[in-house]
């Protein structure tokens, strides 16, 4: 990063007491994380889920007789990849820690993936084994043949819930709501069968180091090829050990409760929730689904949570149910907000509501994936995605990889221990976002400020020109969002004969009231013209991934098919 002189400036300013730089390698592995972890806190509830609590010592019980099925009944060994596709129940951090405490990699699968994207991800990355939901094995029956996949362990939702909840529950999933298509994949293990033969056997502890391969975290495909980020034991432990100093004021050992909405298979769910707040005894409250509102809700009234880690749209669609302000908000400390955007509207909505603030962050996949967080010494929204974290470096580029000048927009770039090795056999595309100097190149577009805060305006393939200038979707669906009949947004570029693109939003409506020239008119008090969004579509949804991210893309794709269709 440079000033207007050309000189070279280096980040100072972290959060006060923080410091810039910490010991990233105070564990040997992620296992050794785990294992400190299950001794110090055993009694203390770790993950609770459908009413049923296990404990760090269940966990540890658990977790270590999954590691010896894995190595002594399916012969698998140190460094096989061994896939997950689960939502958030109780089976999947057991399944998780196991695969590690074996020393293998763990392969993240969205359960929601089509049989065309488990495909290439299963045989992409090459992996072994699975343990999945029977809801989502009929995609995987449809995916095996062309997959290196010679074990499967199925569980159903109710597995771990004990006598007789576990089978009441599966009997209503598969019979009465039918959410379990019927498949049929030769010798499936059963997920208790396998905890109950990894108890006969022990393990022959495998040796660990940093440097191993702990995930293949696939990016989201949402810009092209899913490809399978590098994440070893010592990225996603410097996360966790940044992210821990990060909040050393806030935590208090043992007594956090932690709402776990966002699915695990997810890098910010895995590293916060599985890592980070487990790591200091936090409870997390584990949900299956939080798209249900009603249900996520209820199970909220049932705790004193403190911590909320979540995304945008997952806010703003709970501030939406008149039932959700009715809870004890008492506790809660902060909310955490990733994935996406955080909005100005609903950042300081939530504050309003809950009395506590929701803090932005940044991170990728590629980052393990945290790079950067607002201060908590300075809660109010900001619409900045704050200072880099500790031992973290950010830099702001041209496309020649020059730093440009504080203030002017750039590819945000970062160096710093969470970062990937690498993309899974692919060296091409790894140079392509990993520089010479050790640089990752982001994506995103943003800046600097004077003080050392950064200000991401949009991805890069995201930005939309019309007719020469820069328009930033991030900054349009910030704008129509403060109308308060909106429930909803996403802004794309679409093809325009006279400017090359213009911009069309797609608006879900809070009021049915609301009509387009009221928008038009928000849009024109707040907004320079060649901004202001010449088509508005109205929708009963819009497209998202399971996390809940909107999905340009598939908007997108929509309509450049229309403009197809036409020619």
């Not at 004990?162 to 999933?173: A, D, Q, R, S």
């Not at 900001?382 to 750039?410: A, E, H």
């Not at 429930?487 to 093809?495: H, K, L, R, T, Y």
């Amino acid at each position: 990063m440079q000033n207007g002189a050309g000189e070279k400036i280096w980040l100072k300013s972290y959060q006060p007491g923080v410091p810039a730089l910490v010991d990233t390698n105070i564990y040997s592995s992620v296992n050794d994380l785990m294992e400190q972890t299950f001794q110090k806190f055993a009694t203390k509830p770790a993950f609770t889920n459908m009413g049923k609590t296990l404990t760090f010592a269940d966990v540890d019980r658990l977790s270590y007789r999954f590691a010896c099925f894995l190595q002594n009944d399916l012969k698998l060994a140190r460094g096989d990849r061994v896939a997950l596709m689960m939502p958030n129940i109780l089976q999947y951090p057991i399944a998780l820690y196991g695969i590690l405490r074996a020393g293998m990699i763990v392969v993240n699968c969205n359960p929601l993936y089509t049989t065309r994207e488990l495909e290439h991800q299963l045989k992409d990355s090459g992996a072994k084994a699975i343990v999945i939901i029977a809801n989502f094995a009929k995609t995987l029956e449809q995916a095996m043949p062309k997959t290196d996949i010679k074990h499967v362990v199925v569980t159903e939702i109710g597995d771990l819930l004990g006598f007789p909840k576990n089978l009441i529950v599966n009997t209503v999933v598969k019979y009465v709501k039918k959410m379990v298509p019927e498949f049929s994949i030769p010798k499936t293990v059963k997920y208790s069968d396998a905890i109950r033969l990894g108890a006969t056997t022990s393990l022959s502890k495998p040796v660990v180091k940093n440097t191993d391969i702990a995930f293949l975290q696939y990016t989201g495909g949402t810009t092209g090829v899913s490809k399978g980020a590098m994440l070893t034991h010592g990225n996603v432990l410097s996360n966790m050990i940044q992210l821990r100093a990060w909040m050393q004021f806030l935590i208090r050992e043992g007594e956090e409760i932690v709402l776990a909405p966002l699915p695990f298979y997810h890098i910010f769910a895995m590293t916060v929730n599985c890592l980070l707040f487990a790591s200091v005894g936090g409870h997390n409250i584990l949900i299956t689904n939080p798209r249900d509102i009603p249900g996520f809700i209820k199970e909220l009234s049932k705790w004193k949570f403190s911590i909320f880690p979540g995304l945008n749209t997952l806010f703003n669609a709970l501030m939406n149910n008149s039932e959700f302000a009715k809870l004890d908000f008492s506790r809660l400390k902060i909310s955490i907000g990733g994935g996406m955007a955080v909005q100005r509207a609903v950042a300081e909505r939530w504050e309003a509501m809950t009395k506590t603030p929701l803090i932005e962050g940044y991170g990728l996949t590629e980052t393990s994936p945290v790079v950067s967080v607002a201060p908590l010494h300075k809660t109010a929204y900001s619409g900045f995605i704050g200072l880099p974290i500790c031992s973290t470096q950010m830099d702001v580029r041209d496309d020649n990889n020059n730093p440009v000048d504080i203030g002017q927009v750039g590819e945000i770039c970062i160096k710093g221990p969470q970062v990937m090795q690498g993309y899974w056999n692919r060296p091409d595309e790894t140079a392509k976002v990993i520089t010479s100097d050790g640089w990752f190149k982001s994506g995103d577009l943003g800046y600097m400020t004077e003080d050392g805060y950064f200000k991401i305006v949009d991805r890069k393939k995201d930005m939309i020109l019309v007719s020469g200038f820069n328009v930033y979707p991030n900054e349009i669906e910030d704008v129509v969002a403060m109308n308060p009949k909106v429930a909803e947004v996403a802004a794309i570029g679409v093809p325009d004969a006279h400017s090359g693109e213009v911009v069309k939003i797609f608006v879900v409506k809070k009021d049915p009231s609301l009509t387009e020239e009221e928008l038009k008119k928000h849009c024109k008090a707040n907004l320079t013209g060649y901004k202001i969004p010449k088509h508005i579509e109205f929708r009963s949804e819009l497209p998202k991934t399971n996390v809940g991210k909107i999905l340009r893309k598939d908007l997108r794709d929509q309509e450049l098919k229309k403009v197809a269709a036409h020619q």
